[in-house]
Every structure is written in structure tokens, then in C-alpha cells.
């Protein structure tokens, strides 16, 4: 096994191994090339372990090239990955990530004046678009947002008339010539430093970051508010919404994720837990309270139950690249929303249907309250999200056809295909099916990632992550 590292240091680990194997042949023949991925044909290119509970994986995301992957945990580190320069000519090798950097970006603190400890874990990362040679991103944790830069060092000063080889500072009286310093080459080294601190502006836990098509603001949402913030600017916020009642008591709904658009710089959605997606207009008032535009689908009476509220709550929205649709995830369903049409969605998936008569165990044991994500591909034509038992799911818009994969241990072998997975949920179970009463709801893909221009998708299993890719031919 080329590709599991066992973490034995305290703080950084570094994650040296990546697994690359071969591809095996697909199970359903499409015409389109990017629907490879979709059923079958996938490379498992990498695959990383992260041990302690502190490696658990929080957030994954691809910044806009798709060169680079970013990884947040519970310890508050960020893991970026970068796909291998001298293979992005080679197809049968595109889509190989090793370790490019690894940095501590929150530590664990406490407020004095609320006796409340808050966790190092990276909530939310986001890239920004490259300007120079540095990237740039955001992480959050539950209260402070950090601009991070990331560069490349390949060269080193030397010959200082002050100072010595080592750093001390000579005599001043010593030095009897002047010297130029010149620029010697090094190892190359990748510096992560942090530019701006963006903090004490949310009195709850923020959920969503998102930056503007301005690429000068981005939001920030907690439970029940959302900051716009310039990204020069640390001192001061704009608070543009907040639904805080007088009375707290009369609290019946909180933020669950919110996102810009990605052409319009004036619009943004918030969803609920009450399952409705507000769209807003900054244009409009400098208080968003009043919302443009709400999307909420009517209740089907036939499924009402006690947990109906709970799997109705948005755990994820997502606009589409195109900006015409937006997707959003509720526990049980993908639903895709046309933006010029509120009181339905305009295409419904359903994730893993078979558990709705197990939601009162899930409700036990605090899996209803999962919050899965979603994600697109680069031309919006499937979509994936993940399930439990380290399933995910994916869906073809077009051919309506949709697959169930497994990122699996057992899996990452040379040359491993991955097989579609079914669940059998009553009745004679198949040969190879499994039974929805041997799912491991302990085993769950919560995050997920999708290359912006390839087929190469992401996807984190509680402390590992997997990254596989499209069949090459």
C-alpha cells in the first residue's frame, strides 16, 4: 500500500506518498467524454490517510485552475496538494496530486468574556484568483477569517555588510569594505503567510465564506447573520443581513450556507434550515432583510412526519458556473433551481431515498443532522454529493442517469476500477448489492470537490481523501 502515510508527529505532517494506479474498463458506454467519470471508468490517482482525530478532513476545495487542492481539518491545518507539473502533458498521468504545502492556519482560543472555547477546525476554504505568482486563499474557523498568502522561494540573499551568514549582526566597526549582496539559488520553498485577520465580527459559528466576482468583497454568514467584508480591509464589516428576533424566543430558522453569484457582484442566496433559499439583491437596500427573490417547494402531504423539518434543512447551495442555476442539498435530495423560477425546482435527485424509513435511528444517533455537500462539474452537467457507507452519488443532467461509487480501502489496488454500487433496501437482496441495514452510517462523505476543468473529483471520507479521475484512453 504506496499511499496511506501513518501520522506519528504532533503538529505537521507531512504527506510525501501518492497512489497511482491503472484503469480497468467502464460498465456503461456514453457518447459525451466527460460522462466517463459519471459511470465507471474512474483512475484512482491518489489516496491519503490522516490518522487522528485532529486529521479528520473538514473542507476540500479546488482553486480556479484545478492546480492546486486545498484540505482543512479539525486541527486546524491546511494540506494543499498540487497536481504534477511534468505529467499535465501526459494523459495517463494527469490528475497525480502530491503534497505542495502544509500550515498551521487557526489554533484553538478562548473567550474570556463567554467562557466558550473555540475550536481550531478550518470550517470554510476559498480560493481567490491568481493575479502574480502567489496564490491566495480564506479559511475560517467559527469566528475569525484569515487571508493567507502562499509563495515560492527558490533563491536567498547572502552577502550582508551587517549581518553574518548565520543572522548575527556584526560590529559595526568592523567592517572595513562594502560588499553587494547577491541572490544565490536554493531549494525551492513554499512560504504560507498570513496578510489579512478578519475577526470579531460574528457572535455565532460562521458556516459560509464566499468571495464576490469583484474579487475586492466576499461574505461571511454565521447562524443568523452576514457580513460583507473588503478584503484590504480588517477593522469593519457591513452587516447586510440579519434575522435575529428581538426575542430570542421566537427564533424559528437559522442561516445554513450563503454564496455570491458568480457574474452578478450585486446578488447573493442564503439558504434555511426551514429549507427555503432566499436571493438578494445589495442593490436594493443596504439591509437585505427583503429578499428578491424566495425559492421554496411546496410540502408533499403524503410525506409529512415528525422529521419532516429536519431533512428539509439546506445543508449546502451552490450556483451553477453558468449562473443561470443554482443547486441546492437538504439530507435526503439534490435539487436544482432555475433562477428564473421560484416555486419549484426544476430537477429533483434523490440521494439515498432508502433511508426515510430509518430516520428515526438516524435521528438517534445524530446522523440526520449531517451536513452533506454538493458540488459541480466543470460544464454543469452532472452533479455529485456524497452519501453514507463512503458512497457518493452522481447525476447526469442530460441522460438523467445517475451512479453510486464507493471510496474504499479495498479499492486502492493497481489498476482498480470502481465498481457501481446498489443498495438493496427490502425485500431478496441481488449479488452485489448491499443491504441498507448493513450501511456504516460512522463511514460518510460529507465533502466533495470537482476539478474546474477536468474530470478529476475530490472527495474525503472522515481522515482520508481520495482523488480519482476519468478513464484514459
Not at 486541527?75 to 494543499?80: L, N, P, S, T, Y
Not at 498521468?93 to 481550531?120: A, C, M, W
Amino acid at each position: 500500500l504506496l499511499g496511506v502515510y501513518p501520522f506519528s508527529l504532533p503538529k505537521f505532517h507531512p504527506f510525501p506518498y501518492s497512489l497511482s494506479v491503472g484503469v480497468g474498463e467502464g460498465y456503461i458506454s456514453l457518447l459525451l467524454d466527460f460522462c466517463q467519470l459519471l459511470f465507471g471508468k474512474e483512475k484512482l490517482m491518489s489516496f491519503f490517510c490522516f490518522n487522528y482525530t485532529a486529521d479528520i478532513i473538514s473542507t476540500v476545495e479546488f482553486n480556479h485552475s484545478g492546480e492546486l487542492l486545498a484540505t482543512g481539518d479539525k486541527g486546524g491545518r491546511v494540506v494543499i496538494f498540487q497536481q504534477e507539473q511534468e505529467n499535465k502533458i501526459q494523459s495517463h498521468s494527469r490528475g497525480e496530486y502530491n503534497v505542495y504545502s502544509t500550515f498551521q492556519s487557526h489554533e484553538p482560543e478562548f473567550d474570556y468574556l463567554k467562557s466558550l472555547e473555540i475550536e481550531e477546525k478550518i470550517n470554510k476554504i476559498r480560493w481567490l484568483p491568481q493575479k502574480n505568482a502567489a496564490q491566495f486563499l480564506l479559511s475560517t474557523n467559527d469566528k475569525t477569517i484569515k487571508l493567507w498568502k502562499i509563495s515560492e522561494r527558490d533563491k536567498r540573499p547572502e552577502g550582508y555588510n551587517l549581518k553574518e551568514e548565520d543572522g548575527r549582526y556584526r560590529d559595526p566597526t568592523t567592517v572595513t569594505t562594502l560588499r553587494v549582496p547577491v541572490f544565490r539559488p536554493m531549494d525551492l520553498m513554499v512560504e504560507a503567510s498570513p496578510r489579512r485577520i478578519f475577526a470579531n465580527a460574528h457572535t455565532y459559528h460562521i458556516n459560509s465564506i464566499s468571495i464576490n466576482s469583484d474579487y475586492e468583497t466576499y461574505l461571511s454568514a454565521d447562524d443568523l447573520r452576514i457580513n460583507l467584508w473588503h478584503l484590504e480591509i480588517t477593522d469593519r464589516s457591513f452587516n447586510i443581513v440579519d434575522i435575529k428576533p428581538a426575542n430570542m424566543e421566537e427564533l424559528t430558522e437559522v442561516i445554513t450556507a450563503a454564496e455570491f453569484h458568480p457574474n452578478s457582484c450585486n446578488t447573493f442566496v442564503y439558504s434555511s434550515s426551514k429549507g427555503t433559499i432566499r436571493l438578494c439583491d445589495m442593490r436594493a437596500s443596504a439591509l437585505c432583510d427583503r429578499h428578491s427573490k424566495l425559492f421554496e417547494e411546496p410540502e408533499d402531504p403524503s410525506n409529512r412526519s415528525f422529521f419532516s423539518e429536519i431533512i428539509s434543512s439546506i445543508s449546502d447551495v451552490k450556483f451553477s458556473h453558468s449562473g443561470r442555476y443554482m443547486m441546492t442539498r437538504d439530507y435526503l435530495s439534490v435539487k436544482i433551481w432555475d433562477l428564473n423560477m421560484e416555486n419549484r425546482p426544476v430537477e429533483t435527485y434523490q440521494v439515498h431515498e432508502y433511508l426515510r424509513s430509518k430516520l428515526c435511528s438516524l435521528y438517534e444517533n445524530d446522523c440526520i443532522f449531517d451536513k452533506f455537500e454538493c458540488c459541480w462539474n466543470g460544464s454543469d452537467s452532472v452533479v455529485m454529493t456524497g452519501s453514507y457507507n463512503n458512497f457518493f452519488r452522481m447525476f447526469d443532467r442530460n441522460t438523467k442517469r445517475d451512479i453510486t461509487l464507493e471510496a474504499s480501502r479495498e479499492n486502492n489496488k493497481p489498476r482498480t476500477v470502481l465498481k457501481p454500487r446498489k443498495v438493496c433496501a427490502s425485500g431478496k437482496r441481488k449479488k452485489d448489492e448491499i443491504s441498507v441495514d448493513s450501511l456504516d452510517f460512522n463511514k460518510k462523505i460529507l465533502h466533495t470537490a470537482w476539478h474546474p476543468k477536468e474530470n478529476i473529483i475530490a472527495v474525503a471520507t472522515t481522515n482520508n481523501l481520495y482523488i480519482f479521475q476519468d478513464k484514459v484512453n
